[in-house]
Nanobody, 124 residues
Framework: QVQLVESGGGLVQAGGSLRLSCAAS????????MGWFRQAPEKEREFVAGMTWDPFMSVSYADAVRDRFTISRDNAKNTVYLQMNSLKPEDTAVYYC????????????????WGRGTQVTVSS
């Protein structure tokens, strides 16, 4: 059974940085895509960034975070990272890691595997 565990959230001032980690276990992920999503109170869960685990490592970003966030991976640790720079108060949300077989998808319902989330709060 695929398990995803996020870490690295916290409280940061606007303009600061955080790095989120997602440790994956319970499967082989060479044919999977990994996604980072976020959900603010009373808002729908939205796509932030995604990558494939194959050697070509396709990546995709939401417009709101492109040029500020970077998704990366450590194959040896089966871990995916989300480096978040120049954080804004509107980035405040619970951030979730998700996995699916196949290509990157931007809709949350296309991912069957989810972590429990980590809170990111950006103060102004």
């Amino acid at each position: 059974q695929v398990q995803l565990v996020e870490s690295g959230g916290g409280l940061v001032q606007a303009g600061g940085s955080l790095r989120l980690s997602c440790a994956a276990s319970g499967g082989t992920f060479s044919r999977h895509a990994m996604g980072w999503f976020r959900q603010a109170p009373e808002k729908e869960r939205e796509f932030v960034a995604g990558m494939t685990w194959d050697p070509f490592m396709s990546v995709s970003y939401a417009d709101a975070v492109r040029d500020r966030f970077t998704i990366s991976r450590d194959n040896a640790k089966n871990t995916v990272y989300l480096q978040m720079n120049s954080l804004k108060p509107e980035d405040t949300a619970v951030y979730y890691c998700a996995a699916r077989e196949g290509l990157i998808a931007s809709m949350f319902y296309e991912y069957p595997y989810w972590g429990r989330g980590t809170q990111v709060t950006v103060s102004s």
